[in-house]
């Protein structure tokens, strides 16, 4: 990029912050930054050009934080995987998870706990029974049981891992 593309990219964000601040029209001439009032333009005061410097400021950090996120989420796409692998994984992991709390609820049922406990837990013991008994008949069909846990569950911690890891790096 040359040095006069990069001065046009700062006066076109002075002229979109002119025009978001003032809402106004906005123009850049010879006489410097300027805005139309009653169909004539007019040099700004120097109180305008300070609210226009924050404004652009504003709107450079806004742009600069877009572009971070967007890097991020490519270097993710690129080393994790895309937004459907990663969605893949978020699915085996709330199936297993599901499952496995269906189970303790199952469980708890037996268990010795105060009677205000067991009352607050029956409805979703209720829930993990259903879910369960349809697992068992084969109505229902989770990943997990496919793919098989220990896979699933390294998947979990490798995708997991590397989100951070990417993560922890662009806040450097």
Partial sequence: MSINDTIQ???NYELMAISALYNVSAASNSQGLQIEEDGQFRALTPAELTAVAKKVTALEQQALADAQKQRLRSDIAQVVGDSDTLLGTTADATQLLLYSVSK???ALEKAELPPATHKEIASLQVMATSFLSKLDKG?????FQVKGIEKVIKDIESSATAVTKLIARSKE
């Fill in 9 to 11: 990219d700062a006066i």
């Fill in 104 to 106: 303790i609820l199952i």
């Fill in 139 to 143: 109505d229902i069909a989770l990943t």
